[in-house]
């Protein structure tokens, strides 16, 4: 009988989750004979373009952690929900936004304005902010391109609004 697959995706995370499954240790040789981990970003080499290529429902667990902050994460997690047959909002940022959602109490701009202008060790005296586009000598740099290596349309990286992958689930992704 074939292995069931596993993937772990991270969306807006500190890393910590991806870290508590590596501190299995040599205990990961032991589940990697059993499970198949068909994306792991962490620590193997996969593309998004691998999973894009994946039947429908042939991951058969998938554990996304970390909250949904960006264009890029919704995507994922709706990739994920679609390759899945079951997917897991994996750790406290997953399941209730944890501290990235803290950013819903304030706006993008306060954010902005405190993390890149007025915090004691900023050394910032143009002000400059993130931008999904800049203007160079060359031409014009965009964050992300427009498409993915498979083709399929992605949204530059923009900020949306907070929220857990599990509302995700409730919300959007309930088969
Ligand atoms: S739940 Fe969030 S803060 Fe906690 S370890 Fe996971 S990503 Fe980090």
Avoid at 1 to 6: D, E, G, L, R
Avoid at 26 to 31: A, M
Avoid at 80 to 108: D, M, V
Avoid at 157 to 162: A, Y
Wanted: proline share 6%; glycine share 6%.
């Amino acid at each position: 009988m074939a292995n069931p697959k596993a993937a772990f995706c991270w969306a807006s995370s500190c890393g910590g989750c991806e870290i508590a499954i590596l501190e299995l240790g040599k205990s990961l040789v032991d589940v990697s004979k059993k499970v198949d981990i068909v994306f792991w970003p962490v620590a193997l080499d996969f593309k998004y373009s691998d999973v894009e290529a994946m039947p429908d429902k042939s991951i058969d667990v998938c554990f996304f952690n970390g909250a949904i902050q960006t264009s890029e994460n919704e995507h994922m997690a709706k990739l994920f929900r679609q390759k899945s047959k079951t997917l897991i909002a994996f750790g406290a940022c997953a399941n209730g936004g944890g501290i990235p959602a803290l950013a819903n109490t304030t706006s993008k701009e306060q954010i902005f304005a405190r993390v890149y202008k007025e915090t004691p060790t900023t050394d910032n005296p143009k002000g400059t902010i993130p931008e999904t586009k800049v203007q160079v000598n060359e031409g014009e740099l965009t964050l992300l391109s427009s498409t993915t290596r498979s083709g399929r349309w992605i949204k530059p990286l923009t900020l949306t609004t907070m929220f857990p992958v599990a509302h995700l689930w409730e919300n959007k992704l309930r088969p």
